[in-house]
């Protein structure tokens, strides 16, 4: 899976969990421009698990560790590798 | 009087109770304060008490100083105003915060959150501390910082229709900051910034105090009796970790698992704040710089960290069987943090 492949999948799963952002923009703060916290980031990150068929480890699911959406494709990405 | 006028807030080191996160919101930055906060937050304590909104059995747990904290720092000027008080100066909530905040008073007190967050009428209360530092008369709302509006701590807007409906409705006995200590009062703070003059150094004995008390898991309760006397039944210090692990297996056993993590929040603040005290120590000459040393703290922050969100994970997911991951991360957490103390208390103990 290419990475603009992930994007679109990821936006989908973005959508699903987090309905309230219209647009996704995989540069922009996850938490200055979306308000994601460390729960929603928790619920996003386990609907990607189920979505890309990845698992994360538990030091993964730290907020610290994305501050876009770009990184978390980029931690799929790696994943898929 | 402004059309706007915001008073300075940075978003703050550490968040878990609204005090704290109102406290560092105005003085995270501040050099003067540092000193003082630095010298203080060490020590942790608990002690189980019915959640407010709910009844169920909490452990509620806190850095000392706790809620005590905006009266008790010497860069904050603190004013207790009733609302008799607010009423008869000003007629109303809102000419009383626009003028409070025009003289640079930042206002802190109990509303009424589900009058604010609900557009219609709902028949229950959430009765919560907000933070409001700012306002905005053209589009008629307050800057406030809060944790209920984007279920973590973040600055926001409030109407003043809205704040206004949130304060009315309070009763006395639902003014959870007043009802304790101001005889059946409500009303709300006034809190001033007030750090141009030093007037605190940094504590090098109360950081020793505070570190072997903390480190030992001594009652420091009676340190403080001359503020108060009403005591719960108290764990202090390391123990706290040994009181959270048994709440969480608690819950875990329980038989629908219903997690309460506000005390490894604070516990998770509790060693960010530690960190950035030793590096605090490290860069101005108080503990010789040690990479080993804060690495070392930095993997008690990490595994603190992972802690709390595997048990947001288990929360969500059910998966009780990953508890056993959960131990492991905190009780090596626990073990490091000791270790890395012990080796700071032993070098400021040299002094």
């Given at each position: 899976m290419d990475r603009t492949q992930i994007n679109t999948k990821l936006e989908e799963v973005i959508g699903d969990v987090m309905p309230e952002i219209e647009k996704v923009d995989f540069a922009a703060s996850i938490t200055q421009e979306y308000g994601v916290n460390s729960v929603s980031l928790i619920r996003l990150i386990l609907a990607v698990e189920s979505k890309f068929d990845v698992s994360f480890n538990d030091y993964e699911l730290a907020l610290s560790s994305y501050d876009t959406f770009g990184d978390l494709a980029a931690t799929v990405a790696e994943k898929l590798a | 009087m402004a059309d706007i006028k915001k008073l300075p807030v940075t978003y703050p080191m550490i968040t878990s109770w609204q005090w704290h996160a109102t406290l560092f919101s105005i003085l995270s930055d501040d050099e003067n304060a540092k000193k003082w906060i630095f010298s203080n937050y060490i020590q942790l304590r608990c002690y189980h008490i019915?959640?407010?909104?709910?009844g169920d059995d909490m452990l509620f747990a806190d850095m000392m100083?706790?809620?005590s904290s905006l009266k008790q720092c010497p860069y904050l000027v603190y004013s207790l105003m009733t609302k008799e008080q607010i009423e008869s100066y000003c007629g109303n909530i809102i000419d009383f915060v626009i003028k409070t905040i025009d003289l640079d008073g930042y206002v802190y007190g109990v509303f009424d959150e589900a009058k604010i967050l609900c557009d219609a009428e709902v028949d229950y209360k959430f009765p919560h501390e907000l933070f409001i530092y700012g306002y905005d008369r053209d589009k008629e709302e307050f800057y406030v910082g809060d944790f209920t509006f984007q279920d973590h701590y973040g600055y926001n807007t409030v109407s003043f229709s809205d704040l206004e409906r949130g304060w009315e409705v309070i009763s006395a006995k639902e003014d959870h900051m007043f009802k304790d200590a101001d005889n059946g009062k409500r009303g709300l703070y006034v809190i001033m910034k007030n750090?141009?003059?030093?007037?605190?150094?940094?504590d090098l004995e109360l950081i020793k105090q505070n570190l072997k008390e903390y480190l030992n898991s001594e009652d420091t309760k009676d340190h403080f009796r001359m503020l108060r006397?009403?005591?719960?039944?108290t764990t202090f210090g390391i123990k706290v970790y040994d009181k959270a692990l048994a709440q969480v297996e608690k819950q875990l056993h329980a038989e629908e698992p219903d997690f309460d993590i506000r005390a490894l929040h604070i516990m998770y603040d509790h060693k960010v704040l530690m960190y950035e005290r030793i590096k605090y120590l490290m860069d101005h000459g108080y503990l010789k710089f040690n990479q080993e040393t804060l690495d070392a703290y930095a993997t008690v922050v990490k595994n603190m960290l992972a802690a709390r969100n595997l048990l947001v994970r288990i929360s969500i997911t059910?998966?009780?069987?990953a508890a056993s991951r959960f131990k492991t991360y905190f009780n090596a957490a626990k073990e490091k943090e000791v270790n890395v103390l012990f080796e700071i208390l032993a070098e400021l103990e040299e002094k």
């Open positions: - | 019915q959640e407010i909104f709910t100083p706790g809620s750090s141009e003059m030093p007037v605190y150094d940094v006397n009403r005591f719960d039944d059910d998966e009780i069987e």
